[in-house]
């Protein structure tokens, strides 16, 4: 069975920086792409950043492109982003998933429709 356990959410002034991080166990971590949503209050979910199973290859949403950062650790089995620059827009829930195929790459992770999520780790950033 796939866990996905994000942490490392929390209230942050603007302009600091979080470290999220996202451990996943039930698959052999280094053969998965990857990835981080985030949800505002009354909308759906959107990607902001992927990368693909290599870790070769990443992907940024404009919003957060330049200020964050997507990494992977296989020994550790954890996906980290680390958030710098934090605005108050960025406040959200943070959700990291991973491919449910093998050796996609980031774009195959962002359309694919089935995926392993977290519950979600929250983010505040104050002005």
């Known amino acids: 069975q796939v866990q996905v356990v994000e942490s490392g959410g929390g209230l942050v002034q603007a302009g600091g920086s979080l470290r999220l991080s996202c451990t996943i166990s039930?698959?052999?971590?280094?053969?998965?792409?990857m990835g981080w949503f985030r949800q505002f209050p009354g909308e759906e979910r959107e990607a902001i950043s992927a990368l693909s199973w290599s870790g070769r290859n990443t992907w940024y949403d404009d919003s957060v492109k330049g200020r964050f950062n997507i990494s992977r650790d296989n020994p550790k089995n954890t996906l980290y982003l680390q958030m710098n620059s934090l605005k108050p827009e960025d406040t959200a829930t943070y959700y990291c998933?991973?491919?449910?195929?093998?050796?996609?790459?980031?774009?195959?992770?962002?359309?694919?429709?089935?995926?392993?999520w977290g519950q979600g780790t929250q983010v505040t950033v104050s002005s």
């Open positions: 039930g698959l052999t971590f280094d053969d998965y792409a």
């Open positions: 998933a991973a491919e449910t195929e093998k050796y996609g790459g980031y774009y195959s992770f962002l359309i694919a429709e089935d995926k392993y």
